[in-house]
């Protein structure tokens, strides 16, 4: 699986993604998609993005999203970036079905010594279920946690901007 996994990497590299993950968040993103989607032998592949698209969405999408395939089959879709806390950012990801509903939201490296909340999967469960049609909005659709504000912010911010993006993109057959 490792294997499969660095020749993903590797082919990501030479396809012109230039974005290396540390050691820590790259395990942490195995074991988040080897969990999901049930498996150890898959292959991200880095989804490509022109400039001119990239510049008319609010998500960084370029070098962050990526298909999840197995044996040539697509299992879904994988996103990885860091939205804004208190003083630092965190890393996050949110992994698509193959019709672009989210079946996982996970906060994977947290730099706060407040607000580690966000990191609960009760919280992040309520990202769950929702697909490009969706905006989700603080107070309305997330709910809130006392202690962690502006990182709750931060993750509805980032998924509401990464789903209105992707929906773009993929309305424009960019994706």
């Not at 590797?10 to 049930?38: D, H, I, N, R, Y």
């Not at 990239?54 to 996103?79: D, H, I, P, R, W």
């Not at 990202?127 to 912010?153: C, H, N, Q, W, Y």
């Not at 993750?155 to 993929?170: P, R, W």
């Amino acid at each position: 699986m490792r294997q499969l996994l660095v020749l993903g990497f590797l082919l990501m590299m030479l396809s012109g993604f230039q974005k290396a993950w540390p050691a820590k968040l790259t395990a942490k993103v195995e074991k988040t998609v080897e969990l999901t989607f049930e498996t150890t032998s898959y292959e991200l592949k880095g989804i490509e993005i022109s400039d001119d698209a990239e510049n008319q969405t609010s998500a960084e999408l370029k070098n962050s999203l990526f298909e999840v395939n197995s044996e040539e089959k697509l299992l879904g879709y994988l996103y990885v970036n860091q939205a804004p806390s208190m003083k630092n950012v965190f890393d996050y990801a949110v992994i698509f079905d193959p019709a672009y509903k989210i079946i996982n939201a996970k906060v994977l490296i947290y730099r706060e010594t407040h607000g580690k909340q966000i990191g609960a999967k009760r919280w992040l469960s309520q990202f769950f279920g929702m697909d490009l049609s969706d905006r989700p909005k603080l107070g309305e659709d997330v709910d809130g946690i006392t202690g962690a504000t502006i990182s709750v912010k931060g993750m509805t911010t980032a998924v509401n901007h990464l789903l209105e993006s992707i929906d773009k993109l993929h309305q424009e057959g960019n994706i």
